[in-house]
Each structure stands twice: as structure tokens, then as C-alpha cells.
Nanobody
Framework: QLRVVESGGGLVQPGGSLRLSCSAY????????MAWYRQNPGNQRELVAS???????DYADSVKGRFTISRDNAKSTVTLQMNSLKPEDTAVYYC???????????WGQGTQVTVSS
């Protein structure tokens, strides 16, 4: 079964850091570009960061210089290191294949990130 499981969210003060992890199951993970997305109630899910099969990365302008995406193909995991967090980073974070990928995992439950003092 194609599924992902996200973890690592929590409550953090502005300026703090969190490290999100995503484990993928059910396919040859290394063949697919992966991405992190986030969503707030009433808003569309937005792409935050992506990482290709050669570990080439891309970021939304709003997180450039603060977030770092990485992958471990041996463990079928993708990680999002988030530094200098801002209140506007508050959202539920999800991982899945990158936009345009021929494969899509079943969406996981996501992990809640709340940035607040």
C-alpha cells in the first residue's frame, strides 16, 4: 500500500526550530521526487519544498534560507529541517511525491506545526 507517515511537529516559539520526518511505504522510494506541503483550514495545500531523485532541491520563496529538505533513500525517508520559524509557518505539514509525479502516495494525517509565543 502506498502510504506516508509524518512526524515531528509541535508547538515552538517564533525563532525556534523543528525537524519533520516522513517515512514512505509501498514503492521504490528512490525513483520519485518528494516534497513537503502545508495547509491551513480554508486554504489550499501549498508546496513548501521539494527534492529530486538526485537530491536537487527547490523551496517556496517564503521559506528559502530557513528550511532544508533532505532524503535518505536507504531508509525511504524525507526530512524537513525548519529554522527561524515564524507564526505564518503554522500549518499542518504533509509529505508526498512532488507535483507532476506519476505516482502519488495516499495522503497521511500530516503533522501539526504551531509557531506561537
Amino acid at each position: 500500500q502506498l502510504r506516508v507517515v509524518e512526524s515531528g511537529g509541535g508547538l515552538v516559539q517564533p525563532g525556534g526550530s523543528l525537524r519533520l520526518s516522513c517515512s514512505a511505504y509501498g514503492t521504490n522510494f528512490r525513483l520519485y521526487a518528494m516534497a513537503w506541503y502545508r495547509q491551513n483550514p480554508g486554504n489550499q495545500r501549498e508546496l513548501v519544498a521539494s527534492i529530486g531523485t538526485y537530491s536537487n532541491t527547490d523551496y517556496a520563496d517564503s521559506v528559502k534560507g530557513r528550511f532544508t529538505i533532505s532524503r535518505d533513500n536507504a531508509k525511504s525517508t524525507v526530512t524537513l529541517q525548519m529554522n527561524s520559524l515564524k507564526p505564518e509557518d503554522t500549518a499542518v505539514y504533509y509529505c508526498n511525491t512532488d507535483i507532476g509525479s506519476p505516482l502519488r502516495f495516499n495522503w497521511g494525517q500530516g503533522t501539526q506545526v504551531t509557531v506561537s509565543s
